[in-house]
Every structure is written in structure tokens, then in C-alpha cells.
């Protein structure tokens, strides 16, 4: 039923309260999806679900929902989508004319014209689609606020497991595609960061079919790579990646977008009563919850927690109460989640997967941080170059 | 019925009597991730039997007259009744879809239970084997709790982060309240004036005063070298004449000692990772913790507050519930 409404598009789901009402507060939250155009990849194996991102926030809704219905609390969901080629500002336009609550999974570029819009100007955006750290930068806007982990929280909490396990002769394949440049310039950084050197780095340049290929080319690729102890892949579009493993000149494990993977979810996560979350998303979406469908949901998740602690949807008020010290949210990663004030990003604990079990939760043991552990992942307060968030 | 009333009094006052010399008994720990119990001498503080339940079994707790167990078997979506004497399955009750946690009424004859995945409260009459009502409430209900008098039961909702009260005599909800986030663990004390809800993520425990549903106290925890993430309150347990407070304070591996009067933290316990429920022997001079991710149990002499042992236990430890044996 869900699903269905949501693949239509533009329904507008409100659930009905069934119990005794105190105040009636409503908030409606929209969740703009601008499709971006997929690069073809070696293998088809894994195409995204169509309902990848808006699953999670039609959890988020029920859930919250459950709980609002004992307090008089509203929520709907507006699913839009934005075709490739599409004008998505003037579809942002229109729905902040309607709701000033609003999920985007775009482009920095296009999440920051929007934030930028007249029309945005009082409400409360959530990034929940770019992973960009420039986002959580110098592009950073005070309207903006990120459920997504950034790149650096995903790259520093790998090389945390890299630093740990003393894998410190460290090699990367990276691709072409300016997300796998954007992820292989996130762990160089990280790397650094560490006390880290990457001793040698590789551009997959191979335009044949790999699946044929592979175990011929990949070993040869490799050889000159001398002794290292761990391989990194930056292979965001996952094109090439599932091709090494197991192909590689020395018996070496692979880590970063293939191997060992820094996420923000996966179906794999089960302690601190993650299965539950897992159960419900699947009973929901009819297949397991991703790191897109998770950042949807702590966003509309984290409205809800707003809305449930100050009885009330204004953008403003909601935006003051996730950003002071009440606001925590519980997120299934055994942490409580809070948000940076420095750039609006949504602290979190980054687990380390297969794809059979976690491997380990970052941030690890041993990185310690004046303010909190989790601040060992991702763009620092004085290093951000955030300016515009603070009101 | 009133011969089943007259005979439960007799029990439970001959238990009680039994019971007063204080020595021996058991302390029942449900293995989450091994399927079984592990039964413990509170005399030898050795582990005397390891007996095959159900899957997932989390939620334990004996009858008031401890002549039978009841068993959360989460995965095998069921309550097992086991004869604690020879460890056999009795017959098993509806307990709604992922029970996890329960709590027996006053009247020794009605479970409460929370079913995890369903976002219900189940009441089951344990001697019918029937369904007596479902009561819907906030999402993932773990903690359970009855009035001392009975008339009011307490289901928590981790994800909805709320205490429900509900009126036993209609079971329906009359209050919903709010607490900090991922509530565990909820007790009466003080003769039903008071209600404790634990908050897991949130790191406190919120005190209610039962007549208004209002909040009277709210203790915070916080233990040396840790950070306040890791100091996540889950369950609790009061000593004899609820003076005070023993609270599992999860992944930060200490148990905290409240002052129920003052509601002071008066003391932190180093015991086994991720401490998770616990309970005592007979005289309450000792408490027994179980810590899921070592697979084993502390116990806690209570007097000194120190740890005097460490059990091991099979994967993942969760409940324990006490029972004499003479």
C-alpha cells in the first residue's frame, strides 16, 4: 500500500489519530528524489531499487506516526521525483510552497541552489542523498542539514580499521568517475589524517569486459603494486570493484568500495537492536535496508523527535532543538546520534561490513577526541570551513 | 476459584516460610544466542544445569509460587512453561508474534508481554491459555511492569519512547508518557507510589510519581574514563526494602548503586561487558548480573558492593530470575 502510493509519485499519506487528543500539531514533510543519470557498469547484478531513499523515509513516517498518535501528532509524506534532465530547483520551488519540511537526494549543486532558493529561506532542509564534504564545508548552508555521512566519516572510519589492524602499507585502484576520484581523494586524505602514506595508487583504465577478463588482467594490474598489506578500491558507481577481489597478484584483502566497506547501513548491522529496524524495513519494503534508505529515515526520524520534544513543526524551532544539547536520537548503532553544530551534519558511529557480517563499528578504540569519539570521523569544527551555518 | 485463591495463599505462604532461612536456590539465566538456560547455585556459585529451550529465549520469570518458568522464546514466537524441578517443557502459551520481555500480575495467572516486533502489549491467561486482550502501543514495547495492587500495567517503547499505562481492569491505555530515548526497563517501588523507566540511549532513569503519571526525578549516571554514549542504563533491580537501586549501565561494563530516597548515585561496579538485566538470591545479600557480550555472569556482594565472582554463562546472557530450592 505504501509502496504503491509512493510509486505514484505524489501522495500525500496522512495517518489519522485514533487516540485522545492533547494539541494537534501537524507536519508534513516532503522528500525530493532527483534522478541522476546512471553510468553503465561492468556487471548488473545489483541494480538500485526504485524505491532506494524513499522507503526509509516512508519507515521514518510510520514509526514517527506510532508515536504521534499518542500525543496528537500529525506526520504526512509527500514522495516527488524529479526526472534526469528535469528542472529539480523549480520542482523544489513548488514544494516549498507547500511544505517548509523537506528531504533531497540531489547533487551538491543542486542541493545548494535549492538551499539558496527565496522559497527555502525558513525551512529546514535534510541531505540525506550527497556525501560530498564540500557540503559540510565552505558549501555548507545554515538551511542544510546532513543524515548522509560524509566521504572523510566514511574513509577516516576505514583507515581507523586500517590503523588498527597496522595495515600500513596501503595501495589503491581508483576509477574515473568523479564520484570514485571524490571517494580515493576522501581516503588519501584520511590516510594522512591517520599518520598514514599511500604507497601507491593505480587508475583502472581498462575499457574491456572484466567479467571475462579478470582473472587474467586484474593479477597482472597488481604486480607492480610491490608488498602492501591492504588494497583500497574507490569504485563508488561499483563498476569494476567485485572484479578484484580474489584476482589480486598477492593474497591481499581489499577494503573501501569493495571488501571491507565503510557505510552508513547494511543489512548486515543486527546488534543494538538494529534487527529490529531491519525487520521492520523489510516486513515495509519487501528487501533490505540501505545506507540511502537509513539516512531518509534518521531524517524523518529525527523531525519526529523534534516535533515529539517541543509539541510543535516550525522549521525554526525544530532546527534550534536538534542542534542543542536535548536533541539526541536513537539510531540502532549504539550510540546516541546528535548533530554538528559547526555544519549541521548527523554524528554517527560508521560500520565496517562484508557482506556477510560487520566487521567492526568506527569509531574504533583508541581514537579519542576531546568532545566525543564520533567527532574522530568526519570534518572537525576547526578544520569544516563551514561558515555559514550558525545563526 | 476461591479454592485456587485459598490454595495459591497456602503456597505462598509455605514458600515464604521455606524461604526464610534464606539459603539455597538458583539464579535461571536465559542465553539469548545459544538457546538455553544456564541454572547457577547461589551457594556454590557454580553452574549446575544448562538446559535446551526454545529460540532466542530472553525474558524469564518464575511463577509467585516458582512451581513453574516462564520463557520468552522470541524467535520461536512463543512462552514455553518449563517445570524448573526436571527442566521439561510443560506446554507452551500464545504470546503474540517476538515476545521479548513479560511480567506476571499479582494474581499469579496473567502474563503481560511485550511483542517486540509488533508494537502490542499481549495479555495471556496463563491457566485458560488464551488471549485475553491486545493492547496496541508505541513501537519495539520492551519493558514490562505490574502494580503492586495490580490495577495498573506498564509496557515501554524503545522506539516510541514512551511509558504506556494501561488499566488492567479494561486493559486499555489511560496514560502515555514520555521519557528519554530507548526506554528498557520500567519498576514499581515503594508499594506502587513510584514507577523507574531506564532510558538506554537517553542514559537515565526517569521516576514517575504513579498517582499523577507525572515525572518526580530524573537520575543521570555518570562513570569515570567513559563517555557519557557509553553509559547506557537497561536494567534494575532493588534491594530489600527498596532502599536502593542496582542499574545495569550496559556497553560502559559497571553497575551503578541509587540511593532510592535521595536518587544519588552512590557507587560504580565493574562487572562483565555490556551488563544487561540481573537479579538477587534469596536474602538479597548478593546480585547476579548478566553481561551479553562476555557471556557471563557477575555477582555482586551487596554489602560491600564489590564483584566476588564471574560465571561463565553461554552467548549472550539476558535474563535472570531467582528461584529457592528448599
Same mark, same amino acid.
Given at each position: 500500500?505504501?509502496?504503491?502510493?509512493?510509486?505514484?509519485?505524489?501522495?500525500?499519506?496522512?495517518?489519522?489519530?485514533?487516540?485522545?487528543?492533547?494539541?494537534?500539531?501537524?507536519?508534513?514533510?516532503?522528500?525530493?528524489?532527483?534522478?541522476?543519470?546512471?553510468?553503465?557498469?561492468?556487471?548488473?547484478?545489483?541494480?538500485?531499487?526504485?524505491?532506494?531513499?524513499?522507503?526509509?523515509?516512508?519507515?521514518?513516517?510510520?514509526?514517527?506516526?506510532?508515536?504521534?498518535?499518542?500525543?496528537?501528532?500529525?506526520?504526512?509524506?509527500?514522495?516527488?521525483?524529479?526526472?534526469?534532465?528535469?528542472?529539480?530547483?523549480?520542482?523544489?520551488?513548488?514544494?516549498?510552497?507547500?511544505?517548509?519540511?523537506?528531504?533531497?537526494?540531489?547533487?551538491?549543486?543542486?542541493?545548494?541552489?535549492?538551499?539558496?532558493?527565496?522559497?527555502?529561506?525558513?525551512?529546514?532542509?535534510?541531505?540525506?542523498?550527497?556525501?560530498?564534504?564540500? /557540503?559540510?564545508?565552505?558549501?555548507?548552508?545554515?538551511?542544510? /542539514?546532513?543524515?548522509?555521512?560524509?566521504?572523510?566519516?566514511?574513509?577516516?572510519?576505514?583507515?581507523?580499521?586500517?590503523?588498527?589492524?597496522?595495515?600500513?602499507?596501503?595501495?589503491?585502484?581508483?576509477?574515473?568517475?568523479?564520484?570514485?576520484?571524490?571517494?580515493?581523494?576522501?581516503?588519501?586524505?584520511?590516510?594522512?589524517?591517520?599518520?598514514?602514506?599511500?604507497?601507491?595508487?593505480?587508475?583502472?583504465?581498462?575499457?574491456?569486459?572484466?567479467?571475462?577478463?579478470?582473472?587474467?588482467?586484474?593479477?597482472?594490474?597488481?604486480?607492480?603494486?610491490?608488498?602492501?598489506?591492504?588494497?583500497?578500491?574507490?569504485?563508488?558507481?561499483?563498476?569494476?570493484?567485485?572484479?578484484?577481489?580474489?584476482?589480486?597478484?598477492?593474497?591481499?584483502?581489499?577494503?573501501?568500495?569493495?571488501? /571491507?566497506?565503510?557505510?552508513?547501513?547494511?543489512?548486515?548491522?543486527?546488534?543494538?537492536?538494529?534487527?529490529?529496524?531491519?525487520?521492520?524495513?523489510?516486513?515495509?519494503?519487501?528487501?533490505?535496508?540501505?545506507?540511502?534508505?537509513?539516512?531518509?529515515?534518521?531524517?524523518?526520524?529525527?523531525?519526529?523527535?523534534?516535533?515529539?520534544?517541543?509539541?510543535?513543526?516550525?522549521?525554526?524551532?525544530?532546527?534550534?532543538?536538534?542542534?542543542?544539547?536535548?536533541?539526541?536520537?536513537?539510531?540502532?548503532?549504539?550510540?546516541?546520534?546528535?548533530?554538528?553544530?559547526?555544519?549541521?551534519?548527523?554524528?554517527?558511529?560508521?560500520? /565496517?561490513?562484508?557482506?556477510?557480517?560487520?566487521?567492526?563499528?568506527?569509531?574504533?578504540?583508541?581514537?579519542?577526541?576531546?568532545?566525543?569519539?564520533?567527532?574522530?570521523?568526519?570534518?572537525?569544527?576547526?578544520?569544516?570551513?563551514?561558515?555559514?551555518?550558525?545563526? | 476459584?476461591?479454592?485456587?485463591?485459598?490454595?495459591?495463599?497456602?503456597?505462598?505462604?509455605?514458600?515464604?516460610?521455606?524461604?526464610?532461612?534464606?539459603?539455597?536456590?538458583?539464579?535461571?539465566?536465559?542465553?539469548?544466542?545459544?538457546?538455553?538456560?544456564?541454572?547457577?547455585?547461589?551457594?556454590?556459585?557454580?553452574?549446575?544445569?544448562?538446559?535446551?529451550?526454545?529460540?532466542?529465549?530472553?525474558?524469564?520469570?518464575?511463577?509467585?509460587?516458582?512451581?513453574?518458568?516462564?520463557?520468552?522464546?522470541?524467535?520461536?514466537?512463543?512462552?514455553?512453561?518449563?517445570?524448573?524441578?526436571?527442566?521439561?517443557?510443560?506446554?507452551?502459551?500464545?504470546?503474540?508474534?517476538?515476545?521479548?520481555?513479560?511480567?506476571?500480575?499479582?494474581?499469579?495467572?496473567?502474563?503481560?508481554?511485550?511483542?517486540?516486533?509488533?508494537?502490542?502489549?499481549?495479555?495471556?491467561?496463563?491457566?485458560?491459555?488464551?488471549?485475553?486482550?491486545?493492547?496496541?502501543?508505541?513501537?519495539?514495547?520492551?519493558?514490562?511492569?505490574?502494580?503492586?495492587?495490580?490495577?495498573?500495567?506498564?509496557?515501554?517503547?524503545?522506539?516510541?519512547?514512551?511509558?504506556?499505562?494501561?488499566?488492567?481492569?479494561?486493559?486499555?491505555?489511560?496514560?502515555?508518557?514520555?521519557?528519554?530515548?530507548?526506554?528498557?526497563?520500567?519498576?514499581?517501588?515503594?508499594?506502587?507510589?513510584?514507577?523507574?523507566?531506564?532510558?538506554?540511549?537517553?542514559?537515565?532513569?526517569?521516576?514517575?510519581?504513579?498517582?499523577?503519571?507525572?515525572?518526580?526525578?530524573?537520575?543521570?549516571?555518570?562513570?569515570?574514563?567513559?563517555?557519557?554514549?557509553?553509559?547506557?542504563?537497561?536494567?534494575?533491580?532493588?534491594?530489600?526494602?527498596?532502599?536502593?537501586?542496582?542499574?545495569?549501565?550496559?556497553?560502559?561494563?559497571?553497575?551503578?548503586?541509587?540511593?532510592?530516597?535521595?536518587?544519588?548515585?552512590?557507587?560504580?561496579?565493574?562487572?562483565?561487558?555490556?551488563?544487561?538485566?540481573?537479579?538477587?538470591?534469596?536474602?538479597?545479600?548478593?546480585?547476579?548480573?548478566?553481561?551479553?557480550?562476555?557471556?557471563?555472569?557477575?555477582?555482586?556482594?551487596?554489602?560491600?558492593?564489590?564483584?566476588?565472582?564471574?560465571?561463565?554463562?553461554?552467548?549472550?546472557?539476558?535474563?535472570?530470575?531467582?528461584?529457592?530450592?528448599?
Amino acid at each position: 500500500m505504501w509502496r504503491h502510493a509512493i510509486k505514484a509519485g505524489a501522495a500525500v499519506l496522512c495517518l489519522t489519530v485514533a487516540l485522545p487528543l492533547r494539541a494537534e500539531t501537524r507536519a508534513d514533510i516532503a522528500h525530493l528524489i532527483v534522478a541522476q543519470p546512471a553510468p553503465p557498469v561492468l556487471s548488473n547484478l545489483d541494480p538500485d531499487p526504485a524505491d532506494l531513499g524513499a522507503a526509509g523515509a516512508a519507515l521514518g513516517v510510520e514509526d514517527t506516526t506510532t508515536t504521534g498518535r499518542f500525543l496528537g501528532h500529525s506526520y504526512s509524506l509527500d514522495t516527488r521525483r524529479v526526472a534526469v534532465g528535469d528542472d529539480a530547483v523549480a520542482a523544489a520551488r513548488e514544494v516549498l510552497a507547500e511544505t517548509r519540511l523537506l528531504l533531497i537526494a540531489a547533487p551538491a549543486e543542486t542541493l545548494t541552489a535549492i538551499a539558496d532558493l527565496p522559497e527555502a529561506q525558513g525551512a529546514l532542509l535534510f541531505n540525506v542523498g550527497a556525501p560530498d564534504m564540500a /557540503l559540510r564545508g565552505e558549501d555548507c548552508r545554515a538551511n542544510l /542539514l546532513h543524515t548522509l555521512p560524509s566521504l572523510a566519516m566514511r574513509s577516516d572510519a576505514l583507515v581507523q580499521f586500517l590503523v588498527r589492524k597496522r595495515w600500513d602499507k596501503v595501495v589503491m585502484i581508483a576509477g574515473s568517475h568523479p564520484r570514485d576520484r571524490a571517494f580515493a581523494a576522501a581516503l588519501e586524505r584520511s590516510l594522512t589524517k591517520f599518520g598514514l602514506t599511500l604507497a601507491a595508487r593505480k587508475d583502472w583504465v581498462f575499457d574491456a569486459d572484466m567479467r571475462r577478463n579478470a582473472a587474467q588482467e586484474v593479477p597482472l594490474f597488481t604486480q607492480d603494486f610491490g608488498d602492501h598489506d591492504v588494497l583500497l578500491i574507490a569504485d563508488e558507481t561499483e563498476d569494476f570493484g567485485r572484479y578484484v577481489l580474489y584476482n589480486t597478484w598477492l593474497p591481499r584483502p581489499v577494503a573501501g568500495s569493495e571488501g /571491507l566497506r565503510p557505510v552508513a547501513w547494511a543489512p548486515v548491522v543486527e546488534q543494538w537492536g538494529a534487527a529490529q529496524l531491519q525487520g521492520r524495513f523489510e516486513d515495509h519494503a519487501g528487501r533490505k535496508m540501505q545506507s540511502e534508505d537509513y539516512a531518509a529515515w534518521a531524517a524523518v526520524r529525527a523531525i519526529g523527535e523534534g516535533v515529539t520534544r517541543t509539541g510543535t513543526a516550525d522549521p525554526d524551532s525544530l532546527r534550534a532543538h536538534m542542534l542543542s544539547d536535548a536533541f539526541d536520537l536513537g539510531g540502532f548503532k549504539g550510540r546516541p546520534l546528535t548533530f554538528r553544530a559547526w555544519n549541521g551534519q548527523l554524528r554517527q558511529p560508521i560500520p /565496517l561490513v562484508h557482506p556477510r557480517a560487520l566487521a567492526a563499528i568506527a569509531p574504533l578504540e583508541g581514537f579519542l577526541h576531546q568532545r566525543t569519539e564520533l567527532d574522530t570521523l568526519g570534518l572537525d569544527a576547526p578544520e569544516s570551513g563551514c561558515a555559514g551555518f550558525a545563526r | 476459584m476461591t479454592t485456587v485463591l485459598k490454595r495459591l495463599a497456602t503456597i505462598c505462604t509455605a514458600s515464604a516460610l521455606l524461604s526464610a532461612p534464606a539459603a539455597a536456590g538458583e539464579i535461571w539465566i536465559s542465553n539469548e544466542k545459544d538457546d538455553t538456560l544456564s541454572v547457577i547455585d547461589t551457594e556454590t556459585l557454580e553452574v549446575t544445569r544448562t538446559i535446551e529451550v526454545g529460540e532466542r529465549p530472553r525474558g524469564i520469570t518464575f511463577s509467585k509460587d516458582h512451581k513453574v518458568l516462564y520463557i520468552c522464546a522470541s524467535d520461536s514466537d512463543t512462552v514455553q512453561v518449563m517445570d524448573p524441578g526436571t527442566g521439561e517443557i510443560l506446554h507452551e502459551l500464545p504470546s503474540g508474534e517476538d515476545p521479548e520481555q513479560f511480567v506476571l500480575h499479582p494474581d499469579n495467572r496473567h502474563l503481560y508481554i511485550a511483542n517486540e516486533d509488533d508494537a502490542i502489549t499481549t495479555v495471556v491467561d496463563t491457566e485458560t491459555r488464551q488471549v485475553v486482550a491486545q493492547i496496541d502501543v508505541g513501537i519495539e514495547p520492551e519493558g514490562m511492569a505490574v502494580s503492586p495492587d495490580g490495577t495498573i500495567a506498564i509496557t515501554t517503547s524503545e522506539t516510541t519512547n514512551m511509558a504506556h499505562w494501561i488499566d488492567t481492569e479494561t486493559q486499555t491505555l489511560f496514560a502515555n508518557t514520555l521519557v528519554d530515548s530507548r526506554p528498557r526497563h520500567a519498576e514499581f517501588v515503594k508499594d506502587g507510589t513510584e514507577l523507574w523507566v531506564s532510558s538506554e540511549i537517553g542514559g537515565t532513569i526517569t521516576v514517575f510519581d504513579v498517582e499523577t503519571q507525572t515525572e518526580k526525578a530524573k537520575i543521570g549516571f555518570d562513570v569515570a574514563n567513559m563517555h557519557p554514549d557509553r553509559v547506557q542504563p537497561v536494567g534494575f533491580e532493588f534491594t530489600a526494602g527498596d532502599t536502593h537501586a542496582f542499574v545495569a549501565l550496559g556497553p560502559s561494563n559497571h553497575v551503578a548503586v541509587v540511593n532510592a530516597e535521595t536518587y544519588e548515585v552512590e557507587d560504580y561496579i565493574l562487572v562483565g561487558r555490556r551488563v544487561w538485566h540481573m537479579d538477587f538470591n534469596a536474602d538479597r545479600s548478593r546480585v547476579f548480573t548478566t553481561n551479553g557480550v562476555s557471556g557471563d555472569v557477575t555477582v555482586i556482594d551487596v554489602a560491600s558492593r564489590k564483584p566476588v565472582k564471574t560465571i561463565k554463562v553461554g552467548r549472550f546472557p539476558w535474563g535472570a530470575a531467582f528461584r529457592p530450592t528448599e
